[in-house]
């Protein structure tokens, strides 16, 4: 029963994330990159066929699967948008990093592990927020937007205390990586103009373990 119930949540949130006020900005950028400025006349249409295909995704899964796999189709989606707008503008929107949170919660409570989720999000948030303060403290710049402080918390609803350490672990070494093989690239020396785009790296190492099985 519970995970129907999830199922049924899920739903409404793939229908919805697509359609909100970040989805809307992102979308008409692209088509606007893509096609000119007479492109966002069709913004409308592309936020209706992401909805009505996030919405296809989790029905079919959990049809097919079961509830939680409903649930993980809805993760997926939410976590999906917060890794392109990362990449793209370094942007991790509330609308979505909030209803990350929620289907954690709900998830943890009925699943019954609600204290290693809380501990893994007060575990994943702590940290970040712990170097966001060092960074403005010795070099008065922000390393860490809030935005990664809230999606830490919501991957560590679902991921608990152990992975989430992995998680975190994961996005800085490829963060590190990443950052260093782009400096390699350049002719000359370079300093980002957005810097590294953390959550998205939250983002793809928590989907890369949830597949090999090692999330919770």
Do not use: K, N
Request: aromatic share 8%; with cysteine; glycine share 14%.
């Amino acid at each position: 029963m519970w995970a129907d119930l999830l199922a049924f949540v899920a739903l409404a949130v793939a229908v919805w994330a697509p359609l909100v006020t970040p989805a809307r900005i992102a979308v008409r950028a692209v088509l606007r990159h893509v096609m000119g400025p007479g492109a966002r006349h069709w913004a409308r249409s592309v936020q209706m066929g992401l909805s009505l295909g996030g919405a296809g995704a989790v029905i079919l899964c959990w049809l097919t699967l079961g509830g939680m796999a409903a649930l993980a189709a809805a993760v997926a989606l939410l976590l999906g948008f917060l890794l392109v707008m990362d990449l793209a503008w370094r942007w991790l929107p509330h609308e979505w990093t909030g209803a990350l949170a929620a289907l954690g919660l709900l998830s943890a409570t009925f699943e019954g592990r609600f204290s290693d989720a809380v501990g893994g999000a007060i575990l994943g948030a702590g940290l970040l927020l712990a170097l966001r303060w060092w960074w403005l403290r010795r070099r008065g710049i922000e390393a860490l937007g809030l935005g990664d402080v809230y999606l830490a918390a919501g991957i560590g609803l679902f991921a608990g205390v152990l992975t989430i350490s992995w998680v975190l672990l994961g996005a800085a070494l490829t963060g590190l990586i990443g950052e260093g093989l782009r400096r390699l690239r350049a002719r000359e020396p370079e300093t980002s103009r957005f810097g590294i785009a953390f959550g998205a790296h939250l983002c793809a190492i928590s989907v890369l373990l949830s597949l090999t099985g090692l999330a919770g």
